[in-house]
Antibody
């Protein structure tokens, strides 16, 4: 059964870069026809899709964050990562890594979530 | 971006009640919608996709309907395990967007 697990610092200083990694339990990300990505949830903005990456490295970002977001994939480690630069308190949220099914466009698998607080 | 508007924002119900939650898209999305259940401290869980298809392992008391702009999630007989927050999502147009959530509370 597919499992996703986020890892990374829980506290980031304002203006710095938030970095999270998601480890995927299946045999190989590169054998999947689906998308891997990130969704965040904060009390003020609900669920917000951040972006997705395909195994070949093609990325799709939410325009609202595009200038600050980089999502990358490392098929050799079966991981994908999120970097969000120039963070502010508004970026404080629970960050989930997800799989988005190509066939239906829905998020069928989620990590347990990583709470990231932006504070000095 | 497509806006997904859920109603009500919260509903009080008892075990055994029939509960209906609606979601309206700001433009037509055919049947490209989904419903998720989220319990406190947990990630959302997919319940329904393609408007009415039940995700594997989800109890049959959950059902979805709708097409175009109006969608409905129905819990036919509410169980104790169903008290949670429910979200709709549109899967028609990038960027993928969610409703603001409906909290199902115990009456």
């Amino acid at each position: 059964q597919l499992q996703l697990q986020e890892s990374g610092p829980g506290l980031v200083k304002p203006s710095e870069t938030l970095s999270l990694t998601c480890s995927v339990s299946i045999d190989s990300i590169s054998g999947s026809n689906d998308y891997w990505g990130w969704i965040r949830q904060s009390p003020g903005k609900g669920l917000e899709w951040i972006g997705s990456v395909y195994y070949n490295g093609n990325t799709y970002y939410n325009q609202s964050l595009k200038s600050r977001v980089t999502i990358s994939v490392d098929t050799s480690k079966n991981q994908f990562s999120l970097k969000l630069s120039s963070v502010t308190a508004a970026d404080t949220a629970m960050y989930y890594c997800t799989r988005r099914l190509t066939s239906s466009g829905v998020f069928d698998c989620w990590g347990q979530g990583a709470l990231v607080t932006v504070s000095s | 971006d497509i806006q997904m508007t859920q109603s009500p924002s919260s509903v009080s119900a008892s075990v055994g009640d029939r509960v209906t939650i609606t979601c309206r898209a700001s433009q037509g999305i055919s049947r490209w919608s989904a419903w998720y259940q989220q319990k406190p401290g947990k990630a959302p869980k997919l319940l329904i996709y393609a408007a009415s298809s039940l995700q594997s392992g989800v109890p049959s008391r959950f059902s979805g309907s709708g097409t175009g702009t109006d969608f409905t999630l129905t819990i036919s007989s509410l169980q104790a395990d169903d008290f949670a927050t429910y979200y709709c999502q549109q899967a028609n147009t990038f960027p993928w967007t969610f409703g603001q959530g409906t909290r199902v509370e115990m009456k």
